[in-house]
């Protein structure tokens, strides 16, 4: 990952700001991510008995890191390579779910960022937007009537 963070070097030399999508694919409902029961139950058994060999060699870490970057494909690299990086949610879904705008800053110019998400949000407003409940409609702006 370090050898990744240094090739980053010249896109950085030439651009303050790399743009990627957060996701992958559009945003999901609280909780859809989460193992299921049997999933749970076993990951349970397995960490009771310490089985982290068996876990390794059954490469269940290797499928979950796999799915997992398959939904998050750019976000994982600058988490690891030292790079600041933000999520805004600059757009909203047909369903009512904010769609998160990646940027990556150079290493060091987290306020670039800062700025950079002030102008933002002024722009775009987010901070009182909120996402349906479940099983309800998209929710409304809750500054729709300030």
């Known amino acids: 990952m370090d050898r990744t963070g240094r090739a980053l070097g010249p896109f950085f030399h030439r651009y303050d700001v790399l743009l990627t999508p957060t996701l992958a694919a559009p945003p999901v409902k609280i909780g859809a991510l989460a193992p299921s029961r049997s999933e749970e139950a076993l990951l349970r058994l397995l960490g009771a008995f310490g089985s982290g060999r068996l876990i390794r060699a059954a490469g269940l870490l290797e499928q979950a890191a796999e799915h997992a970057f398959d939904f998050t494909p750019w976000t994982p690299v600058f988490n690891v390579t030292g790079h600041p990086a933000m999520s805004v949610p600059l757009f909203w879904n047909d369903a009512g ?32 937007r909120l996402p349906p409940l479940a099983g309800a409609g998209p929710a409304p702006d809750v500054d729709a009537g300030a």
């Open 97 to 128: 779910l904010p769609v998160g705008t990646h940027f990556v800053g150079r290493f060091g110019a987290e306020d670039t960022l800062f700025r950079l998400a002030g102008q933002l949000e002024e722009a775009r407003p987010w901070f009182r």
